[in-house]
């Protein structure tokens, strides 16, 4: 799961770095605590892959995406309600983007994110390590390093859509599940299917 980035990403190098190391720890100490119990679902994107590929149920999948819809709002309406005249961004798309291009880029960052989590999580590697959880936070602090100042560098349609919703404002939110869904869904059968098929690959992720 990545978190928001500062209004002002694009004009204060100081505030994206800051953001983008906060989601690379976070997201890794999240996963390396909750892997063992759920697989780590935090992101709808993630979930939704695993989903198409077969290694979890459809049922399972929408539990997954409602706990973490409402995980996202309640974060954000906690994070304004506790500090003083907080104003919790929303994610947008700069001036010289469209948003295809937008959604394209996304889509990108999540197809390497989701790729990453295959690859870390593959148990013909052997289990998950605290090194597999690392690497996939900085996968996720390197993107939003680089998508910051043209999309926010979402990669996950809760985040948008908990901050969204507190803002009160929908836009472009098509833009942070149409890209990063369509990614992870074409990361995880690339993965499954053609670079490294197995006849029991539904025993070989985990998530």
Known sequence: MTGKLMPDASLN?????????SNAFALSSVLYIAWEIT??????????????????SVPTALFYWVAQLIASVIAC???????????VPTYT???EMT????????????FVLVYTIYA?????????????????????GASVLAAGPF?????NPACAFG???IAGTFRNQAVYWVGPLVGAAVAGLLYDNVLFPSQNSDENVRV
């Open 77 to 87: 309406l906690f994070l304004k309600v506790i500090v003083v005249g907080m104003h």
């Open 151 to 155: 999309s926010g560098g979402s990669m």
């Open 39 to 56: 697989g780590g679902h935090v992101n709808p994107a993630v979930t939704f892959a695993m989903a198409v590929g077969g290694h979890i």
């Open 120 to 140: 870390a999580r593959d148990t013909r590697r052997g289990r998950v390590s605290s090194t597999g959880t690392l690497i996939i936070g900085l996968i996720t």
């Open 13 to 21: 190098p100081t505030s994206l770095v800051v953001s983008a190391i």
């Open 93 to 95: 798309i700069a001036e």
């Open 163 to 165: 901050s969204a919703s």
């Open 99 to 110: 948003g295809f291009g937008a959604s394209v880029l996304e889509g990108t960052l999540t």
